[in-house]
């Protein structure tokens, strides 16, 4: 029902198997094709034979932030174990190219003023570094002025130091502060529908956000991917095709409140025109969903992500609604958020409805040149049929677009025309016609 699995606790089980069940079934003529966005917004696409390994290094807190949070870690460690290990190395030969690390014998000891206090191994040595870099400082070792090159590893040693902190501490904030996390809590239904709106039919589908907080300007981007082939024969696998919103306000904006049942109106020039119902199933295209905005809270830029298959394109269909009023305030039944009620829709396409539409509205008019058809009335004396469309037989042309309380005719030229008529004497009479009509002398 939801595009992302987890977001409704397991009460709505039965709900999920329900709508799947009222869903009907067809049957797939081709196998499925794979998606280029997959439900949750991620993009399957694999990069394969890349060259320039080395561009990812040339960035490379965007490659820390990208990697998976396994490996982000694995390398955090790593470069503190080795920072470590080699300061510890350079405080072990400090110690021991000024002899601290001597044993006391008869003939001699260490120097009375060590470099480094406390140092008598590797093991302590490895302990001071760990101390240098984390600042823990337990009090019992600590460099002396002996030693003016181990002030040196001191100073650089912290700076190295503070730069590994900052890092880590960058990208575990931003792998924490992500946008594609607040996208989690957008949802898209799992299913789009076409079905007439305002006479016209219309590709819908329902989007909704689950937390109180708003998304500020979120606009919504539809665009249908698939292969074309142009007229010198170049295949094109991948065609971007922008499509539409509905929108009032002629803009892709949308308030986020509530759920939304976002629309695009099928009509020429859009990339759905020559969409049957018994086509949908053989179509080889991909409606992608994009949802941008800016988040509440944090002030950041996110993005979420749907795309929708002919599988996923149910024809005459529409979304059912959730929304309801309880005690002064607006309710939404999610559980209801996928759901659709089948309503009555031709299985035709808008191109070949707007083709019958055409020869409807050109026949009639054709016939209405070649035959006439409709009431005449000659002035106020009563209505007349002709056989051409005029009275007596006679065909008479006039304007359609004159209105009946338009006629230039007056009252006391009807009884006049209407006794030369009767005499046999032609002369132009002014015919007033139900509906479309023509006039000629």
Not at 236 to 242: A, E, W
Not at 292 to 318: D, K
Not at 352 to 371: I, T
Request: aromatic share 8%; proline share 5%; hydrophobic share 40%.
């Amino acid at each position: 029902m939801l595009a992302r699995k987890g977001l409704l606790p397991d009460g709505f089980l039965l709900t999920r198997l329900a709508e799947s069940a009222s869903q009907p079934s067809r049957a797939r003529t081709r196998s499925q094709r794979a998606r280029f966005i997959t439900k949750n917004g991620a993009c399957n696409v694999a990069h394969k034979n890349i060259r320039e390994q080395g561009r990812f290094l040339q960035d490379v807190f965007t490659t820390m932030v990208d990697l998976k949070w396994q490996y982000s870690l694995l390398i955090f460690t790593s470069s503190f174990l080795c920072s470590w290990m080699l300061f510890a190395m350079a405080w072990w030969l400090l110690a021991f190219a000024h002899g601290d690390l001597e044993p006391p014998g008869p003939h001699g000891g260490p120097p009375a003023v060590p470099c480094v206090t406390q140092i008598q191994s590797f093991t302590s040595a490895f302990l001071f570094s760990i101390e240098v870099q984390v600042t823990i400082g337990f009090g019992g070792r600590m460099v002396t002025e002996e030693c003016p090159l181990a002030i040196t590893v001191l100073i650089v040693q912290n700076i190295l130091g503070l730069i590994i902190n900052a890092v880590m501490l960058g990208c575990v904030f931003m792998k924490t502060a992500q946008a594609n996390r607040r996208a989690e809590t957008l949802i898209f239904s799992r299913n789009a529908v076409i079905a007439l709106r305002n006479g016209r039919p219309t590709f819908m589908f329902r989007l909704g956000d689950l937390r109180k907080s708003m998304i500020i300007s979120a606009t919504v981007q539809l665009q249908v991917i698939r292969k074309m082939v142009t007229a010198e024969g170049e295949v094109i696998p991948v065609c971007q095709l922008d499509i539409q919103v509905e929108n009032p306000l002629h803009s892709n904006g949308i308030f986020l409140m509530s759920p939304l049942v976002i629309s695009h109106t099928i009509e020429r020039g859009s990339p759905l025109y020559d969409l049957s119902a018994h086509s949908l199933a053989n179509e080889d295209l991909e409606v992608i969903v994009v949802l941008e905005g800016v988040v509440e809270t944090t002030g950041i830029t996110m993005q979420a992500r749907s795309s929708y298959t002919p599988e996923e394109i149910l024809w005459g269909r529409r979304f059912v609604s959730i929304l309801s009023e309880e005690d002064g305030r607006y309710s939404v039944d999610y559980s209801k958020f996928g759901n659709t009620a089948p309503v009555r829709m031709s299985s035709l396409s808008a191109r070949e409805l707007d083709a019958m539409r055409g020869d409807q509205e050109g026949g009639g008019a054709a016939d209405r040149k070649l035959q006439g058809w409709g009431l005449v009335r000659a002035g106020r004396g009563g209505f007349r049929r002709g056989a051409g469309g005029g009275v007596g037989g006679e065909r008479y042309d006039s304007p359609a677009s004159q209105p009946w309380d338009g006629r230039p005719e007056t009252a006391e030229e009807e009884p006049a025309a209407v006794g030369a008529e009767r005499k046999g004497q032609k002369k132009r009479v002014q015919l007033e016609v139900i509906g479309p009509r023509d006039e000629e002398e």
